[in-house]
């Protein structure tokens, strides 16, 4: 292990302290590789059997999990590893089942209707590494989202071991995520059968991590005109922990002797702005080291291992998304406000509780992540991983009216008349009617004149930005932009009012202009919340709820002491509600009570903003009504 004082290093040492323990591309491994894919290609499943006996002693076998199979496997296993196996295969279905991509559709102007559809790629290969250990774990974090994905035809390879069998826990994970057969085959040759389908189904990508031969193969496979896509870079495994004084040392050693029994290669990463945690923990590792049956694996990936001190739990951030590291740990005082700032991990750990063997095994995601800094512009397996999508776009005749001018205008600033002259040709002629979106862009723009006032209004449901509120009553743009802020909401106000008179037209118009906006905005309302409960905020605790159904009514409970606030009169508080309540169609009850009348105010705009974004958020495709319509 090495220590490093972060801000004693200059710029070349800090690049040097963050670089990987050099990967050896031996020569000889890509001539072998090189090798076999060439034999493969020319003469398909013949190569593969020959490469197989050769680098193995063993031929290519297709091993069928027959209920004979697979219960004599299953006859091998205590009951404690079948559970534990079960375990893991239900939380990694529930977590992608959960995660899954969605088919949406987008009206992005009217008339202009956009989907996104995804669809699973044809045939996967799958390489579960069975080496000196069997990986159970990868085969789950694999299969599993691949069957999610619906990929029909799921090719999973393993090379067999010194007796030419598979171990009874691969068999019994395999069946029991739905795997028909394994083909016992490891290596490059694996790599090469799949890539040209010899002896097996040809793959259109490939997953899976595997030694220097593989690992190479696979780089190999993508490189090929017209061959294999892969899973993503692969390379040693590595964690980064973040750490403060907070931390417990044995569990932080812990967590990184996991990581470097894995192999020699292996890169284990501490950052910690207290020097008495990093000696804690240096002396842990040490106590736990000399009873781990994989000790001599462990202290050579140590060797390499980097113990940073920083100065404070920011710097230690800056450092890690430098790193951009496969596995990160954050155990810190305060791990959600530190994970705001993580730009680059493969999967990040939360707390002293997570550990990195719960994310290896059964938390549900899988554990096939970017190394090598590949974390700065990769992701780990999803079931996307094992899907792809296309767009369509329908376009009626009100979504040509709007988008082929503009078409036209940017086709003409790049030069291509015939791209404008296509977009122009489609003006007036008749077009398919879209059908009902799931997703429309719910935004309003309205403007309300009276003799009294002119209000202007511009509000986005699904825009946050900075609010713009001019009413010429300061006080009351105050209460209006917390309603934004809080509401998540892109929101511009302006009203010209008879303000010389008193305040009383502009308050209440610029809300009866607000809720017919959101009114708007909201269309039908389909897949929105519905509801919004909201509680309290210091001493003035302001309660309000809201049901978007389109039934008006304002239940408003509370007094104000002061008659004015600056240049709002306070009385106007209950009325804006009521004129909300009347114009937006949604029954609004306010409770509040409190010492200080700007904190009761205050608290009922911003409990008024919080309960709208609740109301208006998207949570299903269907109206939020068991009668079918939103009255």
Not at 237 to 245: G, I, K, N, P, Q
Not at 262 to 275: E, R, Y
Request: proline fraction near 5%.
């Amino acid at each position: 292990m090495k220590r490093l004082r972060w801000d004693a290093l200059s710029e070349a040492e800090k690049k040097q302290a963050l670089a990987r323990p050099q990967q050896r591309r031996d020569e000889r491994v890509l001539e072998t590789v090189r090798a076999i894919f060439e034999d493969v290609e020319r003469e398909g499943v013949a190569a593969v059997e020959r490469w197989a006996e050769k680098l193995d002693g063993r031929r290519l076998r297709r091993l069928e999990l027959t209920e004979a199979v697979v219960g004599a496997a299953r006859a091998a296993l205590s009951a404690a590893e079948i559970a534990a196996i079960d375990a893991a295969i239900d939380n990694v279905r529930f977590y992608h089942q959960a995660t899954a991509p969605q088919t949406r559709a987008v009206e992005t102007a009217p008339g202009v209707l956009c989907r996104q559809i995804w669809r699973p790629i044809e045939t996967c290969g799958l390489y579960v590494p069975a080496g000196s250990a069997p990986l159970v774990s990868t085969l789950i974090m694999l299969t599993v989202p691949a069957a999610v994905a619906g990929v029909p035809n799921r090719v999973l390879v393993s090379p067999p071991n010194k007796a030419g069998e598979t171990h009874p826990a691969i068999i019994v994970a395999a069946a029991a995520c739905g795997v028909e057969a394994i083909w016992q085959i490891g290596g490059a040759q694996a790599i090469a059968a799949l890539t040209f389908g010899a002896g097996l189904a040809k793959a259109e990508k490939i997953f899976g991590p595997g030694n220097a031969y593989v690992t190479e193969a696979k780089r190999f496979a993508a490189a090929l005109a017209g061959g294999p896509s892969v899973d993503l870079p692969a390379g040693p495994s590595e964690l980064t922990v973040v750490a403060d004084a907070s931390a417990n040392a044995a569990f932080v050693a812990a967590d990184l002797l996991s990581q470097a029994e894995h192999d020699a290669d292996a890169q284990v990463v501490l950052i910690s702005p207290s020097a008495e945690l990093l000696s804690e923990v240096e002396r842990e590792v040490e106590l736990q080291i000399a009873t781990l049956p994989r000790r001599a694996i462990a202290r050579a990936s140590l060797e390499q291992a980097r113990f940073v001190k920083v100065r404070d739990v920011a710097e230690a951030i800056d450092v890690a998304n430098a790193y951009a590291p496969e596995h990160l740990s954050l155990v810190v005082s305060e791990p959600e406000q530190a994970l705001d700032r993580i730009r680059n991990a493969g999967a990040v750990f939360l707390g002293r509780n997570g550990a990195e063997s719960y994310g290896d095994y059964l938390a549900g995601p899988s554990h096939v992540l970017p190394t090598d800094g590949a974390a700065r512009s990769w992701s780990g397996v999803t079931t996307a991983s094992f899907m792809k999508s296309f767009t369509i776009q329908l376009i009626d005749a009100e979504g040509v009216r709007r988008i082929a001018p503009h078409a036209a205008a940017l086709a003409r600033l790049e030069g291509l008349e015939a791209h404008a002259r296509a977009a122009e040709v489609r003006l007036g002629a008749p077009a398919p009617k879209l059908g009902e979106p799931i997703i429309r862009r719910r935004r309003a723009e309205l403007v309300r004149e009276t003799r009294e006032t002119a209000v202007s209004v511009l509000v986005d449901l699904d825009r946050r930005a900075p609010p713009s509120i001019k009413t010429g009553v300061g006080f009351y743009d105050h209460m209006l932009e917390q309603v934004a802020q809080h509401g998540g909401i892109a929101l511009s106000l302006s009203c010209k009012g008879d303000l010389e008179i008193d305040a009383h037209h502009t308050i209440e118009d610029c809300a009866l202009t607000l809720g017919q906006a959101l009114k708007q905005a909201l269309g039908e309302r389909r897949g929105i919340a519905r509801y919004g409960f909201v509680l309290p905020m210091d001493e003035a605790e302001a309660k309000v709820s809201i049901d978007l159904g389109g039934r008006p009514y304002l239940v408003f409970e509370g007094a104000f002491a002061q008659a004015q606030l600056g240049d709002y009169p306070t009385e106007m508080t209950e009325h804006v509600f009521r004129s909300l309540a009347q114009s937006l169609g949604a029954a609004i009850h306010v409770s509040v009570t409190g010492d200080n009348d700007h904190h009761k105010t205050e608290a009922c705009f911003k409990a008024f903003g919080r309960a709208l974004r609740q109301a208006i958020a998207i949570e299903s495709l269907d109206l939020p009504s068991t009668k079918g319509v939103i009255v």
